[in-house]
């Protein structure tokens, strides 16, 4: 079993909490996006497990409304150049755990986070 990784911004309050929740601890691989931002691999592998680059773009970042983005995105295909530029377009946290990946901060992913970490709760 190798180590479990998380990518997360590290100033963001919500990726810090989670991974206290989750026992993020010195047997763990962390990534901060914003020093070191996610590879195109892990980038597709992304996309490969959740069906697009959508699905792990964050809408909620503050340049993908200051510079509409949203009129800009014609496919699938034109959020993966904006998030291998820009790391807060990155959903966060990403996790890793063995072979299984989780993206995002939502209340059920966090509860499959645990769920696979054999965490209670």
């Known amino acids: 079993m190798g180590k479990n990784k998380i990518l997360l911004l590290d100033s963001c309050s919500t990726c810090v909490r989670i991974s206290k929740e989750i026992g993020v601890d010195a047997n763990w691989e962390v990534q901060n996006i914003k020093e070191n931002n996610i590879d195109e691999r ?7 497990t959740y069906g697009s680059y959508e699905a792990v773009f964050s809408k909620r970042a503050m340049k993908y409304k200051s510079l509409g983005i949203k009129d800009k995105v014609k496919k699938d295909e034109d959020y993966k150049p904006l998030i291998l530029e820009e790391y807060t377009f990155l959903k966060r ?8 990946v989780f993206v995002g901060n939502s209340k059920d992913t966090i509860a499959e986070v645990k769920a696979a970490l054999g965490l209670n709760g």
């Open 42 to 48: 892990t980038l597709e592998q992304l996309r490969d």
């Open 93 to 100: 946290p990403v996790i890793f755990i063995d072979d299984r």
